[in-house]
């Protein structure tokens, strides 16, 4: 399991926070791609060497590897092993990365870092003009490593932007995992509180359980703890109440995709945390880099929204809690409208309200 220490930024390391332990959900090696199997979090932590292109796109569709810009490096990864052994032919290199991306593209359809990753990898590769299957390999792993060394560094800037906005704040609630385990580097709405914590502030968060597959209860709780943030675990229908008992100053979670006009996708749950902060009068602040904004879709409503199989939800790990056949929805999003979002904390900064006019402002610029 790869740690790092509290990166350049977060200079001011007090002398009781030496190092944070934050795990790495994704990495390269020399051995190749390597994924933390979050679908055995909290209990396990093994680390899986995808080898086929089909391994990775098992594995997003699964969940071991999650969160919106994981899965985009994830899939950018993938493009590299389909070029892995090298076909003997230019041609049938650029088949077999086609291919991959048309597999990979399948995996899951809300988190838009998945069709921005595998398309920035395409559109590289093409304008490298290789002249062989290796120089293709060559551009196809360069611009998969460069989209993960720059998740690293633009999870480190919403800590710096998203940081001024938890100032005095004595707790935060959190929906799903949107930390480090979703993001090549220290997470998005889990950025900010790295961030206090390197100034040895530790911003206490209660993590919503997050059914059905619980990413909040075993990801984010195993995740906070590890790097020393107080965490407690609340049952979803709970989320409310804490706010109405004052617990919490501030709402903090990602995003699968953002809208132009504000409104955001992210896990199923969030629309309701949002109303409750609202009627609460709590900020609700969304965390998520440039790549998690989808500029060609106007509104929440044309977000496509993962549907997965019913028995996510009618069992728990493996355990049947409902009875056998009964009906279940499991939408795994929902869209939170704009109107109930305090703020975006950006890669590039903070976008505050009116957000149909803010976001094509600060993400319509080329970089
Ligand atoms: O189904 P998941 O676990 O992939 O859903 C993840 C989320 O909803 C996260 O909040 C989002 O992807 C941001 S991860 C930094």
């Known amino acids: 399991l790869a740690s790092y220490a509290a990166s350049s930024q977060y200079a001011k390391v007090s002398p009781e926070v030496r190092t944070i332990e934050i795990p790495s959900a994704i990495w390269w090696d020399e051995g190749g791609l390597r994924l933390i199997d979050q679908t055995r979090l909290p209990d396990t932590l093994q680390v899986l060497t995808p080898r086929r292109v089909e391994d990775v796109a098992e ?19 993938g493009l590299v092993l389909a070029l892995d052994p090298e076909p003997p ?23 838009v870092n998945l069709f921005w990753a595998l398309n920035r990898v395409v559109e590289a590769a093409k304008r490298a003009h290789p002249s062989s299957p290796a120089a293709l390999a060559g551009a196809v792993r360069a611009e998969a490593e460069a989209i993960w060394r720059e998740d690293r560094e633009l999870c480190d800037r919403i800590g710096q932007y998203g940081k001024p906005l938890l100032a005095g704040v004595r707790a935060v609630l959190t929906h799903c995992n949107a930390g480090a385990l979703g993001t090549g580097g220290v997470g998005t709405a ?7 914590l390197a100034d040895g502030v530790p911003i206490p968060v209660y993590a919503d359980e997050t059914r059905p597959l619980l990413q909040g209860a075993r990801l984010t709780a195993w995740e906070l ?3 020393g943030i107080p965490v407690t675990v609340v ?11 004052g617990l919490v100053d501030a709402v903090l979670v990602g995003a699968d995709r953002i809208a132009l006009n504000g409104d955001v996708a992210n896990k199923i749950g969030t629309y309701g945390v949002a109303l409750a902060a609202h009627a609460h009068g709590i900020p609700l602040y969304v965390a998520a880099p440039f790549s998690s904004f989808d500029l060609t879709i106007a509104q929440g409503a044309d ?7 019913p028995d996510e939800v009618t069992t728990i790990r493996g355990v049947r809690v409902a009875p056998e056949g009964v009906a279940a929805l499991n939408w795994a999003f929902d869209v ?22 803010n976001i094509p402002a600060m993400m319509g610029r080329a970089r």
Do not use: C
Not at 59 to 77: E, M, W
Not at 235 to 245: F, I, L, Y
Not at 343 to 357: K, Y
């Open 336 to 357: 939170t409208p704009a109107r109930y979002v305090t703020a975006i904390i950006t890669d590039r900064g903070v976008i505050r309200p009116p957000l149909h006019e």
């Open 235 to 245: 049952p979803d229908g709970a989320a409310a109440s804490v706010m109405a008992r």
């Open 303 to 309: 977000i496509p929204l993962e549907q997965r199989a």
């Open 59 to 77: 594995a997003i569709r699964s969940l071991r590897v999650r969160g919106a810009p994981a899965i985009g490096i994830a899939a950018a990864f």
């Open 190 to 196: 889990t950025a900010p509180l790295y961030a206090w």
């Open 225 to 227: 703890s590890r790097a």
């Open 89 to 111: 032919t230019l041609e049938r290199a650029w088949a077999a990365v086609e291919e991959a991306a048309r597999t990979l593209g399948k995996t899951r359809p809300t988190a």
